[in-house]
């Protein structure tokens, strides 16, 4: 149960995964840019940045960078694709239903619109050009 769940077989035509790729590479960028601008404004944001959860300024930074740009970074290599899109998904999922909660649609858009990529990506899984498919068959091949 757990080898499906980290190493999915399906979609695997070549049309299917070079969009995945794509989408993984596009939107993985997009998400660790956000990351980076967060991780070199650290010292700068530590002390004001949004404590949703309650947990800290500084250690919510934390957990938004490493959700940006560790997870991103995976998300894009297609390695623990699942696993690294959980808090890549409960990232969005602070962003636009508690932090920008109150504002406007207008503000919350951006995080809606990774939310529902990152939530159908989750789903439909990495396809065949990802680090997971390679090691599903090293995997497969020493069993």
């Given at each position: 149960?757990?080898?499906?769940?980290?190493?999915?077989?399906?979609?695997?035509d070549?049309?299917?995964?070079?969009?995945?790729?794509?989408?993984?590479?596009?939107?993985?960028?997009?998400?660790?840019?956000h990351?980076?601008?967060k991780?070199?404004?650290?010292?700068?944001?530590?002390?004001g940045?949004?404590?949703?959860?309650?947990?800290?300024?500084?250690?919510?930074?934390?957990?938004?960078?490493?959700?940006?740009?560790?997870?991103?970074?995976?998300?894009?290599?297609?390695?623990l694709?699942?696993?690294?899109?959980i808090?890549?998904?409960?990232?969005?999922?602070?962003?636009f239903?508690?932090?920008?909660?109150?504002?406007?649609?207008?503000?919350?858009?951006?995080?809606?619109?990774?939310?529902?990529?990152?939530?159908?990506?989750?789903?439909?899984?990495?396809?065949?050009?990802?680090?997971?498919?390679?090691?599903?068959?090293?995997?497969?091949?020493?069993?």
């Open positions: 149960m757990i080898y499906n769940f980290l190493f999915p077989s399906k979609p695997d070549t049309k299917t995964s070079l969009f995945l790729l794509g989408m993984r590479v596009v939107f993985g960028t997009l998400m660790m840019l990351g980076l601008q991780w070199n404004a650290f010292e700068q944001m530590s002390s940045f949004p404590d949703p959860i309650g947990l800290g300024s500084s250690t919510s930074l934390v957990l938004a960078i490493f959700g940006e740009l560790i997870c991103s970074l995976a998300f894009i290599l297609g390695f694709y699942r696993l690294s899109l808090p890549m998904i409960v990232t969005m999922v602070v962003a239903f508690i932090v920008h909660g109150a504002d406007p649609f207008v503000v919350k858009e951006l995080a809606f619109i990774y939310l529902i990529v990152f939530l159908l990506m989750y789903f439909i899984g990495p396809g065949k050009y990802s680090l997971d498919n390679i090691l599903k068959k090293l995997i497969k091949h020493k069993r």
